[in-house]
Nanobody, 115 residues
Framework: QVQLVESGGGLVQAGGSLRLSCAAS????????MGWFRRAPGKEREFVAG????????YYADAVKGRFTISRDNAKNTLYLRMNGLKPEDTAVYYC????????WGQGTQVTVSS
């Protein structure tokens, strides 16, 4: 089984940037498409961005397209999410998982964007 540990969240002003990381252990995630998901207060968890394991480009939810960039380092078993132009509506706990999700969810990392 894969264990996922997210990090890099924090408090940032609107328009700011953050870079999230997701370290996977237990087994390689290199064969899976991986994604970032988020859960805002009072809302269901939603898809944010995904990336295939080898060929094919990344893909994004419309709400973050043009602002967020997902990347992966299969050798390090690590997934990243660069977030630019953050908005208050991006405030949420961010999680990584396979896409579609198949691993136990980690604790997530809190992102708070102040206006």
């Amino acid at each position: 089984q894969v264990q996922l540990v997210e990090s890099g969240g924090g408090l940032v002003q609107a328009g700011g940037s953050l870079r999230l990381s997701c370290a996977a252990s237990g087994r390689t995630f290199g064969e899976y498409a991986m994604g970032w998901f988020r859960r805002a207060p009072g809302k269901e968890r939603e898809f944010v961005a995904g990336i295939r394991w080898s060929r094919g480009g990344p893909y994004y939810a419309d709400a973050v397209k043009g602002r967020f960039t997902i990347s992966r380092d299969n050798a390090k078993n690590t997934l990243y999410l660069r977030m630019n132009g953050l908005k208050p509506e991006d405030t949420a706990v961010y999680y990584c998982n396979a896409d579609p999700p198949r691993f136990t969810w980690g604790q997530g990392t809190q992102v708070t964007v102040s206006s």
